[in-house]
């Protein structure tokens, strides 16, 4: 099975003016889609935040599966990591700026120490493409200053946005990262969006949706596709072939599979979530 890789320049680039940039903000909001948490996770950026104080805001939380989003709160935050989940596209994003104030309190009590009031807190906004960075910041702005788009690298340079009279929020173009360890990590990307569909072949990520649902949302799978109990058992190859049948594309399985990609983005198969919290961590919360 084909393997997704690439390293665009501009991703190099943007990485280079990360690092030029993180000293002059005060915290990272390190958005990774609740989907799938630590695939989304750019490897890289550990390296980069080192001991600066960081978020990480779980997004698209409305398309995620909720028990497996609250375990993978709960997740980072016994390891020290803050985090939060959100759904960008709706409702307040107060609980943001009131975990930003809480992560960094020791240093504005500090600063209120000095008499030093009114410094609005840098921020700094960075994630794998499409994760919802222009979508959080332009809520946290309230306004539609950054470009928005329904695909991978729509960000292409960095900019300081005012939110509020408390805040300045550095957005920045969209990471991947040169090489992924494990090829599920390409293919999870691939299906959420993450990945421009030039990259990979939509029948490889189609078979890997099936694998998934079939594995862990069977009942989902067979009402979106009208499939009987001996049809969700046939192989992942018959089984694509028979939605083609069904779907009315005849033998153009690509056709079918871009379909059941795009359907499972908009959550047409319900909520789910690709990452699995391990397990040791799940019975250590309860
Ligand atoms: N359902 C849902 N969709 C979201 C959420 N946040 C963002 N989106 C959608 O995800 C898509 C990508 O959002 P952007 O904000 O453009 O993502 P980005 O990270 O800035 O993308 P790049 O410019 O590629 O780096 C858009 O279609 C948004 O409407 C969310 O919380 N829930």
């Known amino acids: 099975m084909a393997v997704i890789q690439w390293f665009p320049g501009h991703m190099a680039k943007a990485l280079r003016q990360v690092k030029e940039n993180i000293k002059q903000v005060d915290i990272v909001l390190e958005l990774v889609d609740a989907r799938l948490p630590e695939s989304s996770r750019n490897p890289q950026l550990a390296e980069i935040l080192q001991n600066k104080p960081s978020i990480l805001v779980l997004t698209k939380k409305d398309l995620a599966d909720p028990q497996a989003t609250a375990k993978w709160v709960n997740y980072y935050e016994a390891l020290e990591q803050p985090a939060i989940a959100v759904n960008s596209t709706a409702g307040s994003l107060k609980i943001i700026e009131e975990k930003i104030k809480q992560v960094l309190a020791n240093k504005l009590a500090l600063q209120a120490q000095k008499g030093i009031m009114h410094k609005r807190i840098k921020v700094m906004c960075i994630g794998i493409p499409n994760v919802g960075k222009s979508t959080l910041l332009n809520h946290l702005v309230k306004k539609n200053v950054a470009q928005v788009g329904n695909r991978p690298g729509v960000t292409k340079s960095q900019q300081w946005l005012k939110a509020g009279k408390d805040m300045l929020l550095l957005d920045t173009p969209g990471i991947l990262w040169p090489k992924f360890e494990d090829p599920m990590i390409g293919k999870k990307l691939a299906l959420t969006g993450a ?67 795009l359907e499972c983005r908009k959550g047409k198969l319900g909520r789910y979530t690709l990452d699995i919290v391990p397990e040791s961590v799940q019975s250590h919360n309860g």
Do not use: P, W
């Open 195 to 261: 990945i421009k569909e030039t990259l990979y072949a939509k029948d490889d990520i189609a078979l890997y949706l099936l694998e998934h649902f079939c594995q862990y949302a069977a009942k989902s799978l067979k009402e979106r596709y009208k499939l009987t109990d001996n049809e969700l058992s046939l192989s992942q190859v018959d089984l694509l072939l028979l939605i083609t049948q069904k779907s009315g594309f005849r033998d153009d399985y690509d056709k079918a599979s871009e379909r059941m990609i």
